[in-house]
């Protein structure tokens, strides 16, 4: 049986030249991930590329390759912060969280207190006790938020 052909990496498929076993980008887009190529291309070119993969261990070839497509995403879908306007978002959702958590201990402790001093009626302890019993589980804590002792 002959030989069969190495098919050319995404890489050199794009630069029209012959894809062999020394080509170091075979490993990392090969012919069916064309897409990710183009795009770390775009946003890299072919020299940074080669050289941020020379850069690191052999080990963190992998990683650094994924770390590039997800940039080149990235860009392409926020053209001008990049990842930058992902983690933005996410810092304040993060920020929006806390500060609703910290709400919810506020009102915790605010029950805690009432419960204390036997203010509540009957009805309004036995919920308070059952979400106090509860206040590590965030789904209990949000349940409580929504909910009107009225
Ligand atoms: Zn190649």
Redesign the pocket.
């Not at 030249?17 to 062999?20: G, H, Q, T």
């Given at each position: 049986m002959a030989n069969v052909a190495?098919k050319?990496?995404?890489?050199?498929?794009h630069?029209r030249?012959?894809?062999?076993q020394n080509?170091?980008?075979?490993k990392y887009?090969p012919a069916e991930k064309s897409d990710d190529f183009e795009n770390v291309y775009h946003l890299f070119g072919m020299q940074n590329t080669l050289k941020i993969l020379k850069s690191v261990e052999e080990e963190e070839g992998d990683a650094t390759i994924e770390s590039l497509i997800m940039e080149a995403e990235m860009r392409l879908e926020h053209p001008v912060h990049g990842h930058f306007s992902v983690t933005r978002k996410l810092s304040i959702e993060i920020e929006k969280t806390e500060t609703e958590l910290e709400f919810v201990r506020k009102q915790i402790q605010l029950f805690d207190a009432y419960a204390k001093e036997e203010r509540m009626s009957p009805t309004e302890q036995l919920f308070c006790n059952k979400l106090l019993g509860h206040r590590n589980v965030i789904g209990q804590i949000m349940l409580m938020t929504s909910y009107s002792l009225n």
């Open positions: 190495q050319a990496c995404a890489a050199c498929k630069q030249r012959k894809c062999d080509c170091v980008l075979a887009f």
